[in-house]
């Protein structure tokens, strides 16, 4: 079975001409057998978009989409001035990287500890958890730590990136059927924005 990419499945979803929001395009993708959120339809649409694949028509409620081979038969029954647009404001976070240092992902707690008895060759990190916490240790002596990780910003940062790399692989050890990249791509997304608007 040809596995078709979220652009064509979108297209093929939008090619009967009524336009449909994210919700719909993800409750069809799910009728014909896929593991679809209304977050999978949205991250394809804007995608397209960005591409000119897709028009997007500002609605009171939630956008609705369609392919632009029907914009004149459609945009003028929903063509209205457009609102304010609110756009996300990144936050000034500042982090110490100290041994103390403890970030929460989607309410599991991240705790974070440096190990400088491990070698230039042992793992730059390793993970393990117990119940819904996670416990991190951290190897400063690792070649890319020693080589970049030269300020306070680049320390948060990294480790800022390495909490949502075990938030994955923690809800990767705990789901029972199978991964998809798309799906890891998923979580850690989720997980960066949560960090983010903490």
Not at 23 to 42: Q, Y
Not at 118 to 147: C, E, R
Request: charged share 25%.
């Amino acid at each position: 079975m040809v596995q078709k990419s979220p652009f064509e499945l979108v297209n093929d979803i939008l090619k009967d001409g009524a336009p449909k929001t994210a919700r719909d395009v993800a409750k069809l993708a799910r009728d014909m057998g896929l593991d679809w959120s209304r977050e999978n339809a949205n991250s394809a649409l804007y995608k397209m978009l960005r591409s000119s694949l897709v028009l997007k028509i500002e609605t009171e409620k939630a956008p609705l989409w369609t392919l632009p081979i029907f914009a004149d038969e459609i945009i003028k029954e929903y063509e209205k001035p457009r609102k304010n647009i609110i756009t996300f404001k990144a936050k000034n976070i500042h982090l110490v990287a100290d041994a103390d240092l403890t970030i929460f992902i989607q309410g599991v707690e991240i705790q974070f500890q440096y190990n400088d008895n491990l070698s230039p060759n042992d793992p730059y990190m390793a993970g393990d958890w117990l119940n819904d916490k996670i416990f991190v240790t951290l190897n400063p002596i690792h070649p890319f730590w020693q080589t970049f990780i030269n300020s306070e910003e680049s320390k948060s940062l990294q480790l800022i990136n390495i909490a949502a790399e075990v938030y994955v692989q923690w809800h990767v050890a705990k789901m029972t059927t199978p991964i998809s990249p798309r799906k890891l791509l998923e979580l850690r997304d989720k997980a960066l924005r949560d960090i983010a608007l903490t």
